[in-house]
């Protein structure tokens, strides 16, 4: 096991109607005029947005607001957050959505205290050095955003997805009550458990040698997801799989299960590059690359791809051929992904073959990228062409 930091310091506040608990919460951490950032309708819709509302106000917490925040949230709603919060004093940001949406809350509430243009902060010319104070109720379980210090933002001009990340956009609080995610549909839900099964596989393949605790970290949080994920897609209502759902997504992204090991994300950039140019769903995207890039990397080692086949899918070991068996757990996720609705090839997807360079042209690899395998530009390509005509 690696040397490492670990540092979360986000309070959750998890269960039934803690919603109304949004007033006391932005006072506790320094609000006194907020900014309440919300999607496309669905917080109106459900009266989740007038319970914060009231919420605040019964705590004498000021507020303006800005909704219209979409998946694969944008630099344009950024900058009207910036101007909103400068002209109104906003000393908080509150988000009430899913990971788009506290995104674009945390962009917002760095881009408010940088002088510049915040789409530097995602571009890599500068990082965050300062942010308002921010929180969120979740809607969506999915990206873990609630929990993890980063952000991805789509900049509109060129389809470009990048992200940033700092402790300093870190939530302060994350309220987390399963009850508002019922209402989701079953391709939604998919998606979400698609990201949260990729958060953790990106730290599950790693270089690292000696990391039994965390390997069984994830592999509790992977076997939860295929247990769990099934039962709410047939039953929307059944709040105990939405509770160890939720919850799954947080431990997937706020690196308890990473630490202490190299990480590897090459799933991630290539699918923000699908999202970005077809604007697909992230853990639709995810669905179709993760598997392909499994393909492609497996032989790299062997034997930690026989362990997740059988530790995560319940597979035989093959000990004559241990190739087998690896090959099997690719299989068995694939198969997975498509039972729970999701796409597992380019044509499901929306995506055409024919974009592939442009793909790997917007990727921008300079030299090698990743932490497992290192890929080149050419690596990329091959592992869309995989994607593309995958079957399962």
């Known amino acids: 096991m690696e040397n490492f930091n670990f540092y979360s310091p986000t309070e959750f506040v998890f269960g039934k109607g803690r919603e109304n608990e949004c007033g006391q919460l932005v006072k506790k951490y320094g609000g006194t005029k907020v900014l309440i950032h919300y999607g496309q309708g669905s917080v109106v819709k459900s009266g989740l947005l007038d319970r914060v509302k009231a919420s605040l106000e019964k705590e004498g917490v000021a507020y303006a607001e800005l909704g219209g925040v979409q998946p694969n949230p944008r630099d344009t709603k ?29 962009a917002i509430a760095a881009g408010v205290c940088y002088d510049g243009d915040f789409w530097d902060l995602y571009s890599k010319k500068a990082t965050v050095q300062k942010a ?25 001009e060129g389809m470009l997805k990048r992200d940033t990340g700092s402790d300093l956009i870190r939530p302060k609080f994350s309220v987390l009550n399963p009850e508002l995610t019922c209402t989701l549909p079953a391709y939604q839900t998919g998606c979400g458990a698609t990201d949260i099964m990729a958060h953790v596989f990106e730290r599950y393949f790693t270089n690292t040698k000696e990391v039994e605790i965390t390997d069984r970290l994830c592999e509790a949080v992977l076997l939860t997801m295929i247990k769990e994920t099934p039962r709410v897609i047939a039953d929307p209502s059944n709040y105990e799989a ?150 399962v």
């Open 78 to 106: 950024v900058y009207e957050g910036i101007e909103i919060c400068k002209k109104e004093n906003v000393d908080f940001i509150l988000s009430v959505g899913g990971g788009s949406c506290i995104d674009s809350s945390k």
């Open 132 to 156: 308002l104070p921010i929180g969120t109720v979740l809607t969506i379980a999915a990206a873990g955003s609630e929990g993890s210090g980063g952000s991805v933002i789509t900049k509109e």
């Open 242 to 391: 939405r509770a160890n759902i939720m919850w799954a997504g947080m431990v997937a992204h706020n690196d308890i299960v990473g630490v202490g090991r190299s990480q590897d994300w090459n799933s991630h950039g290539i699918e923000h590059e699908l999202s970005g140019l077809y604007d697909c769903a992230h853990g639709a995207g995810l669905a179709v690359v993760m598997p392909a890039w499994m393909e492609f990397v497996y032989k790299h080692d062997v034997m930690r791809f026989a362990q997740m086949a059988v530790r995560i899918f319940g597979k035989e070991m093959d000990f004559e051929n241990p190739e087998n068996t690896a090959k099997e757990g690719i299989r068995a996720f694939r198969k997975f992904l498509s039972e729970i609705g999701m796409p597992i090839n380019f044509a499901q997807l929306g995506a055409k073959k024919e974009d592939i360079p442009t793909l790997v042209k917007k990727m921008d690899v300079q030299g090698k990228t990743g932490g497992f395998v290192p890929l080149a530009p050419e690596d990329v390509a091959k592992i869309l062409e995989i994607a593309a005509d995958a079957t």
